[in-house]
Nanobody
Framework: VQLQAFGGGLVQAGGSLKLSCVAS????????MAWYRQAPGKQRELVAR???????NYADSVKGRFTISRDNAKKTVYLQMNALTSEDTAVYYC?????????WGQGTQVTVSS
């Protein structure tokens, strides 16, 4: 299983970014996917999850601002981030769990300047 995340960058507060994560080595359409993030000095936290049914859930801190989605044909999961604040600055990781093992992408840095 390989997960390649990209799309991070530097953005001003109030701006938007869209992250993408391309998956390989698994049956993507039946796999639940998630985005996590880790800010400096903090634990990694769940940001959003999209299930194989395309149902979603979000951390309270991003509800109404972030949207997770998936394209099974492209084996890609997205995270659209709007109304970004400095609190969203972190390394963002895509992730999935298969057969009791968790896989992580390499992470992409998102920096929000105030």
């Amino acid at each position: 299983v390989q997960l390649q995340a990209f799309g991070g960058g530097l953005v001003q507060a109030g701006g938007s970014l869209k992250l993408s994560c391309v998956a390989s080595g698994m049956v993507f359409s039946t796999t639940h996917m998630a985005w996590y993030r880790q800010a400096p000095g903090k634990q990694r936290e769940l940001v959003a999850r999209v299930f194989s049914t395309s149902a979603t859930n979000y951390a309270d801190s991003v509800k109404g601002r972030f949207t997770i989605s998936r394209d099974n044909a492209k084996k890609t999961v997205y995270l659209q981030m709007n109304a970004l604040t400095s609190e969203d600055t972190a390394v963002y990781y895509c992730s999935c769990s298969l057969r009791a093992q968790t896989y992580w992408g390499q992470g992409t840095q998102v920096t929000v300047s105030s």
